[in-house]
């Protein structure tokens, strides 16, 4: 179980679902999505991300999510909107603790996209394409399947002359990213009530 995601969920593992639902609703409404399927038609990974110049929220509350379901860490940063907060985040916020709650709105927000801005810039992750999710089922993994659907966005990106850019709070996702081409910018790790967890970044 990823301590992140506990962590940001106040330790209650029953309502990672809800925060991951959340998420991924305002994702898909806002970001790029991109899927692959198996001859069958079943699903068997997905990427999101946004664009360079635009920011899936606009208000200043961030979430930062990890969640193993297929054995592949899913990363995200997302300042939320009032709109996209109705498809899921008040639902889950009402859920969480005060101490869970405070902890989201005070030491996270404040360390995370600090430390972002510290490894890429202060608007690096605005200018880059920034990949919010990454889940490929474990039976596809190590199989090119992430590979595909990064070299979509890729493609667009390099006729651009753009960059890509994610984090992960998983450290097997270290060679993951690199072995993809992402050069790894640094590492922090950060403290919580439900133990320690760390946040990797990377750019290409």
């Known amino acids: 179980m990823q301590t992140s995601a506990v962590s940001l969920a106040g330790g209650e593992?029953?309502?990672?679902?809800?925060e991951a639902l959340a998420i991924l609703r305002a994702g898909v409404h806002s970001g790029e999505y991109y899927e692959a399927t198996n001859d069958k038609g079943e699903l068997v990974g997905y990427t999101m991300w946004m664009p360079p110049g635009n920011e899936i929220f606009s208000t200043?509350?961030?979430?930062?999510y990890v969640l193993v379901v297929f054995g592949i860490g899913l990363s995200l940063n997302y300042e939320i909107s009032e709109e996209q907060k109705n498809l899921?985040?008040?639902?889950?916020?009402?859920?969480?603790?005060?101490?869970?709650q405070g902890y989201f709105n005070s030491k996270y927000i404040d360390e995370f996209p600090e430390f972002v801005a510290s490894l890429l810039g202060p608007t690096g992750q605005k200018d880059s394409w920034w990949l919010h999710m990454a889940m490929i089922?474990?039976?596809?993994?190590?199989k090119g399947v992430l590979r595909a659907l990064l070299e979509l966005v890729q493609t667009k990106a390099i006729r651009a002359g753009e960059s890509l850019a994610t984090c992960t709070t998983n450290d097997e996702n270290i060679r993951v990213y690199t072995g993809?081409?992402?050069?790894?910018k640094g590492?922090?790790?950060?403290?919580s009530p439900?133990?320690?967890?760390?946040?990797?970044?990377?750019?290409q």
């Open 137 to 142: 089922h474990r039976d596809y993994q190590r």
């Open 13 to 18: 593992i029953s309502l990672m679902k809800y």
């Open 60 to 64: 200043s509350v961030s979430i930062f």
């Open 194 to 203: 439900w133990g320690e967890w760390p946040i990797h970044v990377f750019k």
């Open 187 to 191: 590492s922090k790790m950060m403290s």
């Open 88 to 100: 899921g985040y008040y639902e889950f916020m009402s859920r969480l603790s005060d101490e869970a």
């Open 180 to 184: 993809l081409g992402f050069e790894y």
